[in-house]
């Protein structure tokens, strides 16, 4: 097909003529060729919403007729429904503050309502992209809120997943509760403990993520739609925001709400810095549970293999019937990328100047691939891992027993000194601190049988 000319305040661009959108979105396609990535769908979805969202709340408010309005909502409805999402081009990497995807976005609602209304696509008559699809708002306030509203949006999944991986740790914290294995600390033998302890353990660190991260996802609720340019609502009624974010909440099921001072809420990107620092350390915990799996499956001759992970496909090209520990590595390798995002929206977070922060599309692209990933990683590592682990009791039992850590048992009856020298007799002879207690302990084999119940071990007691 050909182009058509479409017109902004610095001339004409030429257009595709099936395109929606017009010259801003036509410039920031020759100005930004820079990753092949667009911008996440999430962000163009929340956008599209705000935008339908004031329409609405200008057409009530009797400041757009009711004729565009209507028509600027039935172009971001569709888009809602699926449509025109080829449409939103802009590269991930584009102009500051987010101008070019929130040009895109007027662009292409103009461009849709326009040929409602006339049956021609594009162009800025009736309905122009700038005096009635952004009506009384700014890319410098409509860019925060959509991102917040993204993020906030996309966290349902990942809580969801994060009680999912937690709800799965517990049930083998169950599962696997009558398990006495050896513990170790500083990957050295320690004192015994329940396989299913471990793993109990594992779910309480998940659900404190989770948490953490319930409570981040309050301070995305803020919205600061309505500060227009500066903070300070120049072209705006006074109940346009509050009208604007009613709906948004209303069509989210979420608690989205004002922000307290909106020049805070443009300058400031605390929400979206809170969100991913509390993914950091979420995926910190994973990372850690992760890597104990693939130290617990280790071997399975010669390492821990303590428990079997789910074999999910061959290892290794070469090794004839090799089973690598897959999910826990793929796991790791998002946990990896979670933490760089971090750093990007941390360094982008504080780069802001005086009342606008506009590194605000890098942390839009971090923060949400951050959510994607890591809630698939959780879904994946649950289902396809977790939840099909197994154990072996045997030798969890016969490192248990054999365990140098044992003779901490010993301590209240003979002293931590003369514990020492039957570990260290132990150890030079090659036999188990069971057996040189028996020897050396001077405690009736009643006695020692008692001390040395792995099983009661791991629980408290004192003699």
């Not at 969202?53 to 009530?60: R, T």
């Not at 009635?132 to 917040?148: G, I, K, W």
């Amino acid at each position: 097909m050909g182009n058509r000319r479409e017109k902004d305040s610095l001339g004409e661009m030429e257009v595709p003529e099936e395109a929606y959108y017009g010259a801003q979105t036509a410039r920031a396609l020759e100005n930004y060729p820079i990753s092949g990535m667009r911008v996440h769908t999430a962000l163009v979805e929340s956008y599209v919403l705000l935008k339908k969202a004031a329409a609405e709340s200008l057409m009530e408010l009797e400041m757009l007729d009711a004729e565009r309005g209507q028509a600027i909502a039935q172009a971001a409805g569709e888009v809602l429904a699926g449509a025109l999402r080829d449409q939103f081009v802009v590269d991930a990497f584009h102009s500051g503050a987010g101008t070019s995807l929130h040009m895109n976005v007027n662009e292409v609602l103009a461009g849709r309502a326009n040929e409602v209304l006339t049956g021609r696509r594009g162009g800025s008559s009736p309905v122009h992209p700038n005096d009635h699809v952004n009506m009384s708002q700014s890319t410098n306030d409509t860019f925060p809120t959509a991102l917040r509203m993204a993020a906030r949006i996309r966290v349902e999944r990942l809580v969801r997943a994060l009680r999912g991986l937690e709800d799965e740790l517990a049930r083998k914290g169950e599962e696997f509760g009558g398990i006495v294995k050896a513990g170790r600390t500083h990957l050295q033998d320690a004192v015994p403990v329940r396989l299913g302890q471990e793993f109990a353990a594992y779910a309480v660190a998940i659900r404190q993520a989770r948490v953490a991260i319930v409570a981040a996802a309050h301070w995305l609720e803020e919205l600061p739609i309505g500060g227009s340019a500066v903070g300070t609502g120049l072209n705006t009624q006074p109940q346009f925001r509050f009208k604007t974010i009613e709906r948004i909440a209303a069509a989210t099921g979420l608690d989205f709400r004002p922000a307290g001072d909106l020049r805070a809420g443009m300058q400031s990107n605390f929400g979206v810095a809170l969100m991913s620092a509390c993914l950091k350390v979420a995926v910190l915990e994973v990372s850690r549970i992760a890597n104990d799996l693939r130290l617990l499956a280790s071997g399975p001759a010669t390492g821990i293999s303590e428990i079997d992970l789910p074999a999910v496909q061959p290892g290794s090209s070469i090794m004839p019937g090799k089973v690598n520990p897959s999910i826990p590595e793929m796991t790791n390798m998002v946990c990896f990328q979670v933490i760089g995002n971090d750093a990007a929206v941390s360094w982008a977070s504080a780069a802001g100047q005086l009342e606008l922060n506009v590194m605000m599309p890098v942390m839009a692209h971090n923060l949400l691939q951050s959510i994607d990933i890591l809630t698939n990683a959780l879904d994946v590592l649950a289902a396809r891992c977790v939840a099909g682990i197994t154990a072996r009791p045997e030798r969890c039992r016969r490192f248990a027993e054999s365990s140098v850590a044992l003779a901490t048992a010993l301590n209240p009856r003979i002293g931590y000194d003369r514990a020492a020298a039957i570990v260290k007799e132990a150890l030079t002879s090659g036999r188990t601190v069971v057996d040189v207690a028996r020897e050396r302990s001077g405690l009736s084999p009643e006695e020692l049988d008692d001390l040395f119940d792995v099983f009661r071990m791991t629980e408290p007691r004192t003699t």
